[in-house]
């Protein structure tokens, strides 16, 4: 089967540093990425690893690592609006994406 | 705004009646994906069209759901005899089809069955 663990909730303070760990067992793997989504809005794209290593966009930079099946999403310097829902999502041979159930951040003054 | 339009955006419907959802993807974009959320949850794939074949439906699609993308551009997804176990939020999105697949949301479509 196919499946994605994340952590349900996660609570940091603003300017902090949070990690969200996804791992994954998937038959087929293109590549992992990762999705906010807000309260009552659609999911956005955040970031995509296909290799190894470290992807860094802005505040937020996403690791992989395909021989442990394992990636996080690293978000620094936190603000109250990334307080969300992030989800990892595999790609297969197929294209369509496979999610996690998502980690819920709270993000505290 | 993604680009990705979705009429309606809320529906409230009778156990047993039909509804009908409408999918505008990005004009340039020749992937399509239809996904259902529950609370709590990730995105569920249900089917995705690739220009207008639909290439791969979920195998946790009943016989009551159907989809399609006459013209290669915006798709509709039916749901036949409604269940209440069919309220969700259903959302689309649509990609280049580059190797990336980066993945455009719309603002879905939320399902009450009453």
Known sequence: GQSLEQPSEVTAVEGA???INCTYQTSGFYGLSWYQQHDGG???FLSYNALDGLEETGRF???LSRSDSYGYLLLQELQMKDSASYFCAVTSGTYKYIFGTGTRLKVLA | DTGVSQDPRHKITKRGQNVTFRCDPISEHNRLYWYRQTLGQGPEFLTYFQNEAQ???SRLLS???SAERPKGSFSTLEIQRTEQGDS???LCASSLGDAQETQYFGPGTRLLVL
């Open chain 2, 88 to 90: 969700a939020m259903y």
């Open chain 2, 63 to 65: 016989d009551r759901f």
């Open chain 1, 17 to 19: 540093i949070v990690q």
């Open chain 2, 55 to 57: 290439l791969e439906k």
């Open chain 1, 61 to 63: 930079s996403s690791f």
């Open chain 1, 42 to 44: 659609a999911p956005t």
